[in-house]
Protein backbone atom coordinates (compact mmCIF):
# COMPACT_ATOMS: atom_id res chain seq x y z
CA UNK A 1 0.00 0.00 0.00
CA UNK A 2 1.64 3.52 -0.90
CA UNK A 3 0.30 4.84 2.32
CA UNK A 4 2.04 2.71 4.61
CA UNK A 5 5.13 3.47 2.38
CA UNK A 6 4.92 7.17 2.78
CA UNK A 7 4.93 7.13 6.15
CA UNK A 8 7.49 4.57 6.47
CA UNK A 9 9.79 6.82 4.73
CA UNK A 10 8.90 10.03 6.67
CA UNK A 11 9.89 7.98 9.88
CA UNK A 12 12.70 6.37 8.82
CA UNK A 13 14.09 9.77 7.57
CA UNK A 14 13.21 12.41 9.87
CA UNK A 15 15.49 12.14 13.47
CA UNK A 16 13.77 11.54 16.64
CA UNK A 17 10.60 10.63 14.45
CA UNK A 18 8.16 8.61 16.89
CA UNK A 19 5.26 7.48 14.64
CA UNK A 20 2.99 9.11 11.44
CA UNK A 21 -0.39 8.52 11.42
CA UNK A 22 -3.24 9.46 8.48
CA UNK A 23 -6.58 9.93 9.91
CA UNK A 24 -9.76 10.31 8.63
CA UNK A 25 -11.94 13.05 9.28
CA UNK A 26 -13.20 11.48 12.85
CA UNK A 27 -9.86 10.74 14.00
CA UNK A 28 -9.95 7.11 12.38
CA UNK A 29 -6.65 6.07 11.67
CA UNK A 30 -6.39 4.85 8.05
CA UNK A 31 -3.07 3.88 7.91
CA UNK A 32 0.40 4.80 10.24
CA UNK A 33 3.94 3.91 11.18
CA UNK A 34 5.45 3.73 14.09
CA UNK A 35 8.59 3.02 16.38
CA UNK A 36 6.00 2.67 19.87
CA UNK A 37 3.03 0.87 20.38
CA UNK A 38 0.46 1.47 17.62
CA UNK A 39 -2.40 2.70 20.16
CA UNK A 40 -0.14 5.53 20.82
CA UNK A 41 0.43 6.78 17.59
CA UNK A 42 -3.87 5.97 17.08
CA UNK A 43 -4.91 8.00 20.21
CA UNK A 44 -2.86 10.96 19.42
CA UNK A 45 -4.08 10.49 15.42
CA UNK A 46 -7.88 10.70 17.09
CA UNK A 47 -7.24 13.83 19.01
CA UNK A 48 -5.51 15.93 16.53
CA UNK A 49 -9.06 16.59 15.56
CA UNK A 50 -9.51 19.00 18.72
CA UNK A 51 -6.28 20.84 17.38
CA UNK A 52 -7.69 21.43 13.98
CA UNK A 53 -11.15 22.99 14.87
CA UNK A 54 -9.70 25.35 16.97
CA UNK A 55 -7.16 26.39 14.17
CA UNK A 56 -10.45 26.22 11.31
CA UNK A 57 -12.73 28.92 13.51
CA UNK A 58 -9.57 31.14 13.80
CA UNK A 59 -9.12 31.25 10.04
CA UNK A 60 -13.31 31.38 9.48
CA UNK A 61 -12.55 34.68 11.84
CA UNK A 62 -10.22 35.79 9.04
CA UNK A 63 -7.83 35.64 12.53
CA UNK A 64 -5.09 34.01 10.14
CA UNK A 65 -4.91 32.76 7.06
CA UNK A 66 -5.49 29.40 5.37
CA UNK A 67 -3.83 26.59 7.72
CA UNK A 68 -1.77 24.15 6.11
CA UNK A 69 -0.07 22.45 9.29
CA UNK A 70 1.00 23.67 12.74
CA UNK A 71 3.35 22.44 15.21
CA UNK A 72 2.94 21.60 19.12
CA UNK A 73 5.94 21.57 20.94
CA UNK A 74 5.68 19.82 24.48
CA UNK A 75 9.13 19.81 26.78
CA UNK A 76 10.17 16.05 25.41
CA UNK A 77 8.16 15.70 21.84
CA UNK A 78 7.31 17.66 18.66
CA UNK A 79 3.54 16.96 17.35
CA UNK A 80 3.15 17.98 13.59
CA UNK A 81 -1.04 18.03 12.45
CA UNK A 82 -1.64 19.00 9.14
CA UNK A 83 -4.50 18.62 6.19
CA UNK A 84 -4.22 16.20 2.77
CA UNK A 85 -7.42 17.68 1.96
CA UNK A 86 -11.04 18.07 3.94
CA UNK A 87 -11.70 14.46 4.69
CA UNK A 88 -7.85 13.02 5.34
CA UNK A 89 -4.94 14.74 7.94
CA UNK A 90 -1.40 13.69 8.50
CA UNK A 91 0.00 13.39 12.50
CA UNK A 92 3.61 13.49 13.21
CA UNK A 93 4.95 13.00 16.43
CA UNK A 94 8.92 13.90 16.76
CA UNK A 95 10.90 13.75 19.68
CA UNK A 96 12.40 17.64 20.84
CA UNK A 97 15.55 16.83 19.85
CA UNK A 98 14.87 17.09 16.01
CA UNK A 99 14.82 20.81 14.68
CA UNK A 100 11.36 21.54 13.38
CA UNK A 101 12.64 23.24 10.04
CA UNK A 102 14.02 19.89 9.18
CA UNK A 103 10.54 17.59 10.55
CA UNK A 104 8.64 19.80 8.79
CA UNK A 105 9.99 19.40 5.65
CA UNK A 106 10.48 15.55 5.69
CA UNK A 107 6.62 16.39 6.64
CA UNK A 108 5.11 18.56 3.83
CA UNK A 109 7.13 16.38 1.31
CA UNK A 110 4.88 13.63 3.15
CA UNK A 111 1.81 15.13 2.37
CA UNK A 112 2.30 16.05 -1.33
CA UNK A 113 2.79 12.64 -2.16
CA UNK A 114 -0.28 11.30 0.14
CA UNK A 115 -2.14 13.98 -2.00
CA UNK A 116 -1.15 12.23 -5.11
CA UNK A 117 -2.58 9.16 -3.78
CA UNK A 118 -6.06 10.19 -2.18
Keep these: MPFQSILKTLVEETPQAVGAILVDW ?27 TRLKEMQASEQVGAIEDVVVTARDRHLI ?38
Design 26 to 52: EGEAVQEWCRCDPYEIRFIGAHKGIIL
Design 81 to 118: VGGIDDDYSLVMDVGRACPVALALYHFRTAVRQLKKEI
